[in-house]
Nanobody, 122 residues
Framework: QVQLVESGGGLVQPGGSLRLSCAAS????????MSWYRQAPGKERELVAT????????SYADSVKGRFTISRDNAKNTVRLQMNSLKPDDTAVYYC???????????????WGQGTLVLVSS
């Protein structure tokens, strides 16, 4: 069964830290780029961070640069998001995403997790 399962969300005070984890199964994890997205109440889903399939390159939304770090372990089929200096604006449901192009780039395959809630509040 193809799935992504997120964990690690919860309530944290402003300035605090959380580490999200995403466990993958049912597909060749090392062939997929991995991303974290988030969706705040009343807002559209936005891309937070991406890491290439080898882990050799990462990218971040401007709003989280310098505070969040994405990493992956292809031996354990996991991707993590370390979130430091959290702000109330980081409150959202965070989703794990796996994606890759197939058919010579003509199709894009994606897998989504169910999401985990991060609430930043005092």
């Amino acid at each position: 069964q193809v799935q992504l399962v997120e964990s690690g969300g919860g309530l944290v005070q402003p300035g605090g830290s959380l580490r999200l984890s995403c466990a993958a199964s049912g597909f060749t994890f090392s062939s997929y780029a991995m991303s974290w997205y988030r969706q705040a109440p009343g807002k559209e889903r936005e891309l937070v961070a991406t890491i290439t399939n080898t882990g050799g390159s990462t990218s971040y939304a401007d709003s989280v640069k310098g505070r969040f770090t994405i990493s992956r372990d292809n031996a354990k089929n996991t991707v993590r998001l370390q979130m430091n200096s959290l702000k109330p604006d980081d409150t959202a449901v965070y989703y794990c995403n796996a994606g890759r192009y197939i058919d010579y780039g003509s199709r894009y395959l994606e897998v989504w997790g169910q999401g985990t809630l991060v609430l930043v509040s005092s």
